[in-house]
């Protein structure tokens, strides 16, 4: 199984980005998908994820700038917009076995490489 970002970014503040992510092995209809982060010198954390029925989580920090949505059973975007410097890490695409989105990290089986985004004026 292999889930595969889109290519990130650098941008300004304020500025908005898409990413996406594309998987590929297994179908994840019927699962929850999201996405998850690492700035530097942090810990990872969650970011958004999208349930098979569309019942959406968000992190604190990213609620309403940040929009999950699935376009089909293996892709997920992010939307990103008024971006921030404090939202510079490296992205990851996640995928679980079961249809509920979650924050537990542990929950989601598969995950994929990463993609950087940089916030920087």
């Known amino acids: 199984v292999q889930l595969v970002e889109s290519q990130g970014g650098f941008v300004q503040p304020g500025d908005s980005l898409r990413v996406s992510c594309t998987a590929s092995?297994?179908?994840?209809?019927?699962?929850?998908m999201g996405w998850f982060r690492r700035a530097p010198g942090r810990e990872r954390e969650f970011v958004a994820a999208?349930?098979?029925?569309?019942?959406r989580l968000y992190a604190d920090s990213v609620k309403n700038r940040f929009t999950i949505s699935r376009d089909s059973a293996n892709t997920v975007s992010l939307q990103m917009d008024n971006l921030k410097p404090e939202d510079t890490a490296v992205y990851y695409c996640?995928?679980?076995?079961?249809?509920?989105?979650?924050?537990?990290?542990?929950?989601?089986?598969?995950w994929g490489q990463g993609t950087q985004v940089t916030v920087s004026s």
């Open positions: 999208i349930s098979w029925r569309r019942f």
């Open positions: 996640v995928g679980s076995t079961g249809s509920s989105a979650s924050r537990n990290d542990k929950d989601y089986v598969y």
């Open positions: 092995g297994r179908t994840f209809s019927g699962d929850a």
